[in-house]
Nanobody, 123 residues
Framework: DVQLVESGGGSVQAGGSLKLSCAAS????????MGWFRQAPGKEREGVAS???????SYSDSVKGRFTISRDIADHTLYLQMSDLKPEDTALYYC??????????????????RGPGTQVTFS
């Protein structure tokens, strides 16, 4: 099993930036699909970004051009660089992993493991 722990959340102002990290323990192979999700109160879970075995990133329309997903296989860490943050980006962000491809509908797939999340709020 993969255990995931996020960090890097905090309070930001409009236009600010944050970099989230997701540290993985256990197995963390390049054959995993890794994703960042967010959950805001009263809203459905949203798949924000993913990176798959082909290392091709995928983003939701709401963050495309502002967020960048990356991963360091050697350090077992997934990142989400967030820029030009907006109030609607306020949410609990968590990372998740699943074995296999991400695919175009990755945000609808069931992920095997997820972390507890890190909160991003606006001041």
């Amino acid at each position: 099993d993969v255990q995931l722990v996020e960090s890097g959340g905090g309070s930001v102002q409009a236009g600010g930036s944050l970099k989230l990290s997701c540290a993985a323990s256990g197995y963390f192979y390049s054959s995993y699909c890794m994703g960042w999700f967010r959950q805001a109160p009263g809203k459905e879970r949203e798949g924000v970004a993913s990176v798959g075995v082909d290392d091709r990133p995928s983003y939701s329309d709401s963050v495309k051009g502002r967020f960048t997903i990356s991963r360091d296989i050697a350090d077992h860490t997934l990142y989400l660089q967030m820029s030009d943050l907006k109030p609607e980006d306020t949410a609990l962000y968590y990372c998740a992993s699943r074995v296999g491809m991400c695919g175009p509908n990755w945000s609808k797939l069931r992920f095997d493991s997820r972390g507890p999340g890190t909160q991003v709020t606006f001041s």
